[in-house]
């Protein structure tokens, strides 16, 4: 019994030490440096650096994990780049102005916000042509998906609002009032829920996907800091539903919130100016983009930790994961 | 020329037993040098019971700092990367192995200061006709000095825990051999200068020109980049400074890594204090041999 409990702690701390070594690679957008950094999923090291257009920002993998695109903001286009080797596969007509990008589970469509054109630009992945453009509010920003892929969200920024629009009828269906400069729409993976980031306003709503209606909107406050300096901008929520993160910007923190009642358990002390936020694919870490401090910070999902953080490009901005391997060409 | 110890190694006012014992000295059974270590390490246990307030005192310094100090200059946007930090810290977590140095040091300094009140009061008399040579009982006192510092060390650490200073598990127990080493250098300089110090009303000097020059120009409060950042004088008395090189094995130990040049410089001063301090306190060398005309 003995020798079996002991096997069973060594293997236990075995696994939570090394773990089995599941291989992905992390993307950072440098808005700055014009270029992606890429960093191994097991080594969290910079493995690789490659040139993009001008000012990348919104960044995404496609489905497969095999395609990323990068939203290169002042080349008024939208880049795919090859995840594996990192080759320039072409560009995709995002309009002028691509700020932040989302691709529909089922990886046929891409929906694009043109910030500076007050447009949602719709993609068919499979042609690679522009389907057609949707008003929106000022200043399109955050870009949410449902998990079915049904309904789009988009926030404008100038409107302080969050459109809810219909895949089929390419309408939006829906508008909501949130508080101001929305930067941020995120799905909860059951798809009942939709979280919505204010930068100015300094709060979260928390939407209900089927009546439309704010259920809940989170504050928060970091003792010591004045209240401006709390800006959420990337949202991420667990699979399980159970915990949200909200990048909190010049806080320099990442707030823990409760899935289920709202309120905010931890604020985790990253790099500065955080911006965006990414899963890795298990869901075990968080990775955060630090855009002043030049460096993305590595949070432990299960204890809510900062394990350490890396330097990569300029001003980093945007962060997404590919289930690849992480083998450099 | 007697083959046994030389007379000129004894104090001229060295009862004449004792003086006898050690001539006739041809080497103890280890129960003879246990007995001695027992006698010293409970005496000083047995101040250390009798004086609460002490434990007491010196643990409310660095926790005063830790809550206080470290609140003013708390940095809430975070203290940049530096090793063997990962990641952003606060400052409190910056703070602490300074302030383990900060126990350290004052605890070295108590021990120097009961040493000038032993010889005041005449008990350093009893304590070295014992037979048992100098450096002996000079480490012993050392080592129980040392183990009341780490339990207040560890006191200090539980109580930083629940202030959000947090470390790995393991980097406790990486910690205590870094932690002893470092008492122990910091208790022998505390020995080398109660060799000076020959009034206890001087250790207000040993205060200004010891504790907290040696503390205040070290990597304790400040990362050593901003201090050069401030002035590279000032970053190069740190650099020389042994307390900085202490305070940094104690900060990677905690973090689970070595800093080898740190646990060098360390080991080295501790041999140098420790063999100073024995050669002062040595009868035919040190000040006992100057003090002993004069000395009543």
């Known amino acids: 019994m003995r020798n079996w409990t002991l096997g069973a702690l060594v293997a236990a701390l075995g696994l939570s030490a090394a773990g089995p070594a599941h291989a992905y690679k992390i993307f950072v957008s440098n808005e700055r440096g014009n270029d992606i950094t890429v960093l191994d999923g097991t080594s969290f090291q910079v493995i690789d650096t490659f040139a993009v257009g001008q000012r990348p920002r919104g960044i995404a993998v496609s489905p497969d994990g095999a395609k990323l695109f990068v939203c290169a903001s002042d080349d008024d286009t939208i880049q795919v780049?090859?995840?594996a080797d990192y080759k320039f596969l072409g560009t995709l007509p995002s309009g002028p102005d691509p700020e932040l990008l989302v691709v529909s589970p089922d990886g046929t469509r891409l929906y694009a916000a043109n910030e500076d054109d007050n447009l949602v630009t719709v993609i068919d992945l499979t042609t690679g042509a522009r389907v057609v453009e949707i008003p929106v509010g000022v200043e399109p920003e955050g870009m949410g998906i449902s998990p079915d892929g049904q309904t789009i969200v988009n926030t404008s920024e100038t409107t302080n609002m969050a459109h809810f629009i219909d895949r089929d009828s390419q309408q939006i269906v829906a508008n909501v009032l949130v508080d101001s400069r929305p930067r941020f729409a995120q799905y909860k993976a059951d798809?009942?829920?939709v979280w919505v980031s204010a930068e100015i306003g300094g709060t979260v709503a928390v939407i209900d996907a089927a009546s439309k209606a704010i259920k809940h909107t989170v504050s928060f406050e970091v003792p010591g800091l004045r209240s401006e300096s709390i800006q959420?901008?990337?949202?991420?929520?667990?699979?399980?539903?159970?915990?949200?993160?909200?990048?909190?910007?010049?806080?320099n923190r990442?707030?823990?919130?409760?899935?289920?009642?709202?309120?905010?358990?931890?604020?985790?002390?990253?790099?500065?100016?955080?911006?965006?936020?990414?899963?890795?694919?298990?869901?075990?870490?968080?990775?955060?983009?630090?855009?002043?401090?030049?460096?993305?910070?590595?949070?432990?999902?299960?204890?809510?930790?900062?394990?350490?953080?890396?330097?990569?490009?300029?001003?980093?901005?945007?962060?997404?994961?590919a289930d690849v391997p992480a083998t450099t060409n | 020329m007697s083959a046994t110890l030389p007379s000129r190694d004894l104090p001229r006012d060295t009862p004449a037993g004792a003086r006898q014992a050690a001539e006739e000295r041809p080497g103890f059974p280890l129960v003879a040098w246990m007995i001695c270590l027992k006698g010293i390490v409970w005496r000083e246990a047995l101040r250390f019971l009798h004086q609460r307030e002490r434990f007491v005192s010196a643990l409310v310094r660095p926790l005063l700092w830790l809550f206080i100090f470290a609140a003013g200059f708390r940095q809430v946007l975070g203290v940049s990367i530096v090793a063997p930090y990962k990641t952003y810290i606060l400052y409190e977590v910056y703070i602490t192995p300074g302030l383990v140095g900060m126990i350290l040091l004052f605890n070295g300094m108590q021990s120097s200061l009961s040493m000038v009140y032993d010889r005041e009061t005449g008990?350093?008399?009893?304590?070295?006709?014992?037979?048992?040579?100098?450096?002996?009982l000079l480490s012993s006192k050392l080592a129980a000095g040392v183990a009341v510092g780490v339990l207040q060390t560890y006191v200090f650490f539980a109580i930083a825990w629940f202030w959000d200073v947090r470390p790995p598990w393991t980097g406790y127990l990486f910690v205590a051999p870094a932690v002893i080493l470092?008492?122990?250098?910091?208790?022998?300089?505390?020995?080398?200068?109660?060799?000076?110090?020959?009034?206890?009303e001087n250790f207000a000097?040993?205060?200004?020109?010891?504790?907290?020059?040696?503390?205040?120009?070290?990597?304790?409060?400040y990362p050593l980049w901003r201090v050069q950042e401030a002035s590279p004088l000032l970053y190069r008395l740190c650099q020389l400074n042994p307390f900085t090189h202490a305070v940094e094995l104690m900060r990677f130990a905690l973090y689970g890594q070595m800093n080898w040049p740190a646990l060098g410089i360390v080991l080295g001063c501790t041999t140098v204090f420790l063999g100073l301090a024995i050669l002062a306190y040595d009868p035919g060398r040190g000040i006992m041999a100057r003090r002993a005309p004069g000395a009543g």
């Open chain 1, 81 to 83: 780049y090859s995840t």
């Open chain 1, 191 to 193: 798809g009942s829920e």
């Open chain 1, 232 to 251: 959420p901008v990337g949202v991420r929520i667990t699979d399980d539903g159970s915990k949200a993160y909200v990048a909190l910007g010049p806080a």
């Open chain 1, 254 to 321: 990442v707030a823990v919130v409760d899935g289920k009642t709202y309120e905010v358990l931890d604020y985790l002390l990253v790099g500065q100016r955080v911006w965006q936020l990414a899963f890795s694919p298990d869901g075990k870490h968080l990775f955060t983009t630090n855009g002043i401090s030049n460096d993305i910070s590595v949070i432990d999902v299960e204890n809510d930790e900062v394990t350490q953080s890396v330097q990569v490009g300029q001003q980093p901005w945007g962060v997404a994961v």
């Open chain 2, 123 to 136: 008990s350093m008399k009893t304590l070295l006709v014992s037979p048992l040579p100098r450096w002996f």
């Open chain 2, 182 to 200: 470092s008492g122990f250098m910091l208790g022998s300089l505390g020995m080398l200068l109660s060799s000076l110090v020959k009034q206890l």
């Open chain 2, 205 to 221: 000097g040993v205060m200004n020109f010891v504790i907290f020059p040696m503390y205040f120009a070290s990597s304790a409060l």
